[in-house]
């Protein structure tokens, strides 16, 4: 997985190697939830997922991906 910041939106990039129900949460450095994409089915192969963070500070954020029973935790800096 990989990100890229922008003005207000970040990717993140996901590629599977089979079919996968997939959730991408993102929270802020006090752990609260900005923003989230629950039990989303994705195909085989490199999926993209366009969070909007408009709504949010610049700063520090976690992108938490889990696929079936993986989870895996990535640390973003957001800037406006």
Known sequence: TGSK???????AEILLTVP???????YNSL???V?????????????FF??????????IYFLSLKVGNKR????MIFIK
């Open 35 to 47: 923003w989230k994409r629950k039990n989303i089915l994705l195909p085989k192969g490199k999926s």
């Open 31 to 33: 752990g609260q939830i």
């Open 5 to 11: 910041t922008s003005v207000a939106k970040t990717t």
């Open 20 to 26: 996968e129900r997939v959730s991408v949460v993102v």
């Open 72 to 75: 895996i935790v990535h640390k």
């Open 50 to 59: 366009h969070i909007d963070l408009h709504d949010e500070s610049s700063g």
